[in-house]
C-alpha cells in the first residue's frame, strides 16, 4: 500500500474530533468540557478546567476527543446561555460526537462544511428543557 493509500485508511478509521468554543462563559465551557470527558477519551485531563485567558478579547477553547469508544452516557447539562461548538473530524466521528451530545444538550445544527473524507459542524447546545 502507498503512503497516501496508508493515510486515507488510517484517516478514515480514527475516531478523533477536534471541538472548538468560544464566546461562552467560563463555566459553561467547564460544562461542556465535561460532558466531552464523561463520554470519550479526551486530550484534556479532569484538572484542565477552561479558564478565561483574557478580559478583553474572546478566549478559545479546544479539544479533541476520540468518540471510537464511549465511556458512560452523558446525563443532562446545564447551561446559563446557548454555547457555539464547532467539530471537526471523519464523517461518522462526528455524526457519534453530535448524536451523544444530544443526551445531554439540546443540539441544534446551524452549519457544516464538507470535504472529501472529513466535515466540520457549526452546533448550538441549550440546556434541555423540562417536560
Request: proline share 6%.
Amino acid at each position: 500500500m502507498n503512503n497516501a493509500q496508508e493515510q486515507k485508511q488510517e484517516h478514515q478509521e480514527s475516531g478523533d474530533v477536534v471541538v472548538t468554543l468560544s464566546g461562552c462563559p467560563t463555566q459553561d465551557a467547564r460544562t461542556v468540557f465535561e460532558v466531552l470527558r464523561r463520554s470519550f477519551v479526551s486530550d484534556r485531563p479532569a484538572s484542565d478546567t477552561p479558564e478565561s485567558a483574557s478580559d478583553t478579547r474572546p478566549t478559545v477553547w479546544t479539544a479533541t476527543v476520540d468518540v471510537s469508544q464511549t465511556k458512560e452516557g452523558p446525563a443532562p447539562a446545564q447551561l446559563s446561555a446557548p454555547v457555539a461548538i464547532e467539530a471537526q473530524g471523519g464523517y461518522w466521528a462526528v455524526d457519534r460526537f453530535r448524536r451523544t451530545l444530544e443526551d445531554a444538550f439540546t443540539v441544534r445544527l446551524v452549519g457544516t462544511a464538507a470535504g472529501d473524507q472529513e466535515q466540520e459542524i457549526r452546533l448550538r447546545l441549550e440546556s434541555h428543557r423540562p417536560a
